[in-house]
């Protein structure tokens, strides 16, 4: 019996292909190693400008749906990140089931780059939270489908300085559209998590003499970097309580949702958190109705992918930083775009780049000699 339609509910309903968070992903690959304990998930968003470059993320999630969810919504962030940098790369991200403290050995890291190196460059990977520059160096010994691996071995090293370089230019351009100066001076900032990348915008904010307060789950680090950078520990327990100039989330995402994006008490909300819009219609909405200015992650968060890039394209260190201090230009068009159509800066961004892939998509016109 030849089915000639499949029925549409079955199309729907799964837990992929019926995803909120689905756009259309290329390939979502499922990994999984019983000797190693491997359970990982490969999302690649879109191919058009180049090969899927993006992370992998190493969580203890609390369940696959979870999992899925993640690798969804940052393979598709990916894309635009890489279309409104002017990069010439796809979309993809990773994601490995797993307590990065507890479970990651160098078994499972070789597993796991035996399946991105089956994708035959389709992916390329690289640093991102609960993995570090060594790790990209293990899996490297097993695919060259890897950025990020130490200069030692001919790498751009740790990303992370990088990425807080590029979400400080973006807070400066949403502060001068904002103040009508991109002075941080005695601005009071929160950061919202203080891994390596807040740990390092903090260190810019303090260095130009902004009031940074500071906030993460792990206590012993919060207390580090305050002793570090002399920054004042939040100790409150509902951050919206608090009136400050600038929020930062540089932890996980959705932090803007249907609470905070009605009571929180700031004028921008600048970070290197991925996602940060639990409903990016919806909240970014309502951040602008109420005034408050959202500089778009995927683009001030960017500088990483501009330092991995660096090392499938051979360029250094100064076409690097020149490349992610342009976001402060690109920040500063995208307000500009947001203010002059009436949308949201998040969707002047998306459109932006959706405008850049629409463009390769073109055929190219060819010319008799």
């Not at 879109?46 to 203890?60: D, K, S, Y």
């Not at 930083?321 to 976001?327: F, G, V």
Request: proline share 3%; hydrophobic share 35%; net charge negative.
């Amino acid at each position: 019996m030849m089915i000639s339609k499949i029925d549409s509910q079955y199309q729907t309903d799964g837990p992929v292909f019926g995803h909120d968070s689905f756009d259309n992903h290329e390939q979502i690959v499922f990994c999984t190693d019983k000797d190693t304990g491997l359970k990982a998930i490969i999302g690649i968003h879109n191919t058009t400008l180049g090969p899927a470059l993006g992370g992998t993320r190493m969580r203890p999630y609390k369940n696959e749906q979870e999992a899925i969810t993640d690798v969804l919504r940052l393979s598709r962030g990916m894309t635009y990140k890489s279309a409104i940098t002017g990069l010439n790369l796809g979309g993809g991200k990773a994601v490995i089931i797993g307590d990065p403290k507890k479970d990651k050995t160098p078994e499972l890291m070789k597993r796991f780059a035996e399946f991105v190196h089956g994708l035959s460059g389709a992916y390329i990977t690289a640093e991102d939270m609960g993995m570090e520059t060594e790790d990209m160096d293990t899996i490297r010994d097993y695919t060259p489908y890897v950025t990020g691996i130490s200069e030692s071995r001919g790498g751009a090293g740790n990303p992370s300085p990088i990425t807080a370089y590029g979400v400080y230019m973006g807070m400066k351009s949403a502060a001068c559209f904002k103040y009508g100066s991109d002075v941080l001076e005695g601005k009071s900032i929160l950061v919202e998590g203080v891994g390596h990348v807040g740990e390092a915008l903090v260190e810019h904010l303090t260095n130009e003499g902004a009031k940074v307060m500071i906030t993460d789950i792990d206590q012993e680090r919060l207390k580090l970097i305050s002793d570090r950078y002399g920054a004042a520990i939040f100790s409150g327990s509902d951050i919206c309580a608090l009136k400050m100039d600038i929020y930062a989330p540089c932890a996980l995402g959705a932090t803007i949702n249907d609470y905070s994006a009605s009571k929180l008490q700031a004028d921008i909300v600048a970070g290197a958190a991925n996602n940060q819009l639990a409903n990016a219609a919806k909240h970014g909405q309502e951040l602008m109705s109420r005034g408050i200015i959202y500089a778009p992650d995927f683009l001030i968060n960017a500088g990483g992918i501009i330092n991995v890039f660096a090392e499938l394209e051979g360029y250094g260190r100064q076409e690097i930083m020149t490349k992610t201090k342009n976001i402060y230009n690109t920040t500063t068009k995208i307000l500009e775009r947001s203010r002059d159509e009436n949308i949201t800066p998040n969707t002047a961004a998306m459109k932006m780049a959706n405008e850049r892939i629409a463009q390769a998509k073109q055929p190219k016109s060819h010319t008799k000699a």
